[in-house]
């Protein structure tokens, strides 16, 4: 297997079955059958090409645009809302990322995250007002039983 270089990123190339160069290229495949043929594909696959898909991320509660994926990672492109750009992994939270929401439904995930904050400290304080650490009432247990058992014999 070659590499070739193109706009400062090294593409590994393959020579298929029927004599062709291939090469992936943003998880797309292409082929030519010369070698600056392939080239000139891949240059300009790997162009500058604007585009703007915008999401609303869950974990945020952020508004953003994904412009793009990363050559060599394949994290996904964004700049958020505040102007601020970053790489998000294509696989990990994948479920935290929504369509564009619209004000309306906005204002309603808050609300819904803000219950969501509430019931969950609801139910730490439910349950932290009624734990006990187990093994130390099994053994306070099994030591009163040893004390009345003594007592008797």
């Not at 990322?97 to 995250?113: H, N, T, Y």
């Not at 019931?119 to 004390?147: G, N, S, T, Y």
Request: hydrophobic share 40%.
């Amino acid at each position: 297997m070659d590499t070739m270089n193109v706009r400062g990123t090294k593409v590994e190339v393959h020579t298929t079955i029927d004599h062709n160069f291939a090469a992936t290229w943003n998880n797309n495949y292409y082929s030519s059958p010369t070698w600056d043929g392939l080239r000139k594909k891949l240059l300009v696959a790997s162009k500058n090409l604007k585009i703007e898909v915008p999401f609303f991320e869950v974990r945020n509660a952020a508004a953003g645009v994904a412009t793009g994926i990363h050559t060599n990672s394949g994290n996904i492109l964004v700049r958020w809302a505040n102007g601020k750009t970053d790489q998000l992994s294509s696989w990990r939270g994948a479920n935290e990322r929504l369509r564009c929401l619209s004000d309306e439904e906005v204002a309603e995930f808050v609300s819904l995250k803000a219950a969501v904050v509430t019931a969950e400290k609801a139910f730490k304080k439910f349950r932290d007002d009624r734990a006990i650490d187990l093994k130390q009432v099994v053994l306070d247990a099994i030591k009163a039983l040893e004390a009345t058992a003594t007592e008797t014999d």
